[in-house]
């Protein structure tokens, strides 16, 4: 009989917070700017300047320490990690080894139907390194130290996660829980959040550990699961063979869906940690906790069973909305404007999914506006546009953002309200369609929407469809 493996998981993630300055110098950390532009002294490594701690990160920290319910070090201090690497100017990196400003913490996740508890070993503030850029033309490595010195927060898991799926749904879980509190937008293709997987696998019903190894480069939740796999198989294949499975860093290519060595950590790695002299220990204060945790904002869970008290919507839809809290905050303020909820969760649900899946965008990069959208509703629910053209309409303002009712009239899309107009139409329509009429009195009443669509095609999709079939049925 063929052995049974177990996958044990855990998880290093990186999120780089959503502060304008970085976390030791007043230097922008906007993202795309020209390289090495956002840089000073400070976050370049030059001798002689001196770090100052940017408070709006310890607020930051303290407020995911208190949604993942981490117990807080009111006294927290910063060490030096010391380690040599072109991107790391100070030849070390600033970060928290010995009080950190969270520990023992947990977040519960939903794989499939089964509900988990997953434990967050601890979590600490640091600063981001630069980016080394690899030029192949020039054979060459270019530093941008733009990056370095953007404010992180690693968030370290303890071993709890036994499949690709329950990594995804923490993560995502995560990311969500970053979104609400606005410390991070967590777009893990601009690197504002990053995972580093650590996988072995045992024999099924084992307590021992087996030997595991680190994946870096894993920048979508499609290349984590895909590496997850595949470093699976890969470590059960070398036991299957009576072969060891080497501790190690691994680099994952998701273009070649492999995954290959970078470095041993057989020997982990003597940073050599002390306490950083230039900067002061923080304390916090009873008060301050207390603060962050009142402002706790209402997360997915709770808004969830909301929208299905206060606006009657079912439980799969308010899934979907409070998803991101984008997606939210547009649907509750269309809800507000047009006073029609279940419309404006159709809409976003419908429509805003389609194109956005379409156009490969995350629901943070949606552009248009509330107002706009509302406008659109109300205006299809007064009779100004049909629900067909009115899906047009809506084509222009998620691209483009345009006032709907502008532009509606610039492209004569308003509905056509005079019933003469209307009548003449079907006249012309069923003088010019006797077979179809005679068919009709004939018991095939099923022509009706072949001569409805010939109406509103002569319209131009302007009338009121309901307003052609009463005037169909009457002169039939």
């Not at 380690?83 to 010995?98: E, G, V």
């Not at 519960?108 to 850029?133: C, F, N, S, W």
């Not at 997915?300 to 809290?325: H, S």
Request: glycine fraction near 6%; charged fraction near 30%; include cysteine.
């Amino acid at each position: 009989m063929a052995k049974q493996y177990e996958t044990v998981i855990g998880l290093e993630v990186h999120v780089e917070l959503a502060t304008r300055t970085k976390i030791f110098c007043g230097c922008s950390t906007k993202f795309g700017a020209a390289p090495n532009t956002h840089t000073c002294p400070v976050c370049t490594g030059m001798p002689g300047s001196l770090p100052v701690l940017n408070g709006k990160v310890v607020e930051y920290a303290l407020k995911l320490a208190d949604a993942l319910s981490c117990q807080v070090n009111r006294y927290s201090r910063f060490d030096r990690k010391n380690y040599f690497y072109p991107d790391n100017p100070q030849n070390y990196q600033i970060s928290q080894l010995y009080l950190p400003i969270g520990h023992d913490g947990a977040l519960t996740i939903h794989a499939g139907e089964e509900e988990k508890t997953v434990r967050i070993h601890e979590m600490h503030m640091e600063e981001d390194a630069g980016k080394l850029i690899h030029d192949e033309w020039e054979d060459c490595s270019l530093v941008d130290y733009n990056r370095s010195g953007v404010p992180l927060i690693e968030i370290v898991s303890e071993p709890d996660m036994r499949t690709a799926d329950e990594v995804i749904a923490y993560l995502e879980k995560l990311r969500m829980i970053c979104q609400y509190l606005g410390i991070s937008d967590c777009k893990l293709q601009e690197g504002s959040m990053r995972a580093d997987v650590n996988l072995s696998v045992r024999e099924a019903g084992s307590s021992r550990m087996g030997t595991r190894t680190e994946m870096k480069n894993l920048n979508s939740f499609k290349a984590i699961a895909h590496a997850i796999e595949g470093e699976r198989e890969r470590q059960i294949e070398l036991l299957e063979e009576g072969k060891e499975v080497v501790q190690e860093t691994r680099r994952w290519d998701d273009n070649k869906e492999y995954s290959y060595g970078m470095r041993s950590k057989e020997d982990a790695r003597d940073y050599r940690y002390f306490p950083d002299p230039d900067l002061p220990p923080v304390v916090i204060s009873q008060n301050w906790l207390d603060e962050i945790h009142a402002s706790r904002p209402e997360f997915q869970e709770e808004k969830a069973l909301r929208y299905q008290q206060e606006y009657g919507l079912p439980a799969y839809d308010a899934g979907i909305l409070t998803q991101t809290k984008r997606m939210a905050d547009l649907f509750e303020e269309t809800a507000r404007l047009s006073g029609q909820p279940k419309e404006a969760a159709n809409w976003l649900m419908g429509d805003t999914l389609k194109l956005m899946k379409e156009e490969g965008m995350e629901a943070e990069e949606l552009a248009f506006s509330p107002e706009h959208l509302a406008s659109l509703i109300c205006a299809v629910d007064e009779g100004k546009i049909t629900r067909q053209n009115a899906k047009k309409v809506f084509t222009a303002v998620f691209r483009e953002d345009v006032d709907p009712l502008a532009y509606m009239e610039e492209k004569g899309m308003t509905m056509v309200t005079d019933a003469g107009a209307v009548e003449k139409v079907v006249e012309q329509v069923l003088a010019d369609n006797p077979k179809t009429v005679e068919e009709y009195r004939s018991g095939k009443t099923k022509v009706l929407g072949f001569l409805v669509g010939q109406v509103m095609r002569q319209m131009k999709g302007k009338a009121d469809p309901g307003q052609v079939n009463r005037m169909l049925l009457e002169r039939l």
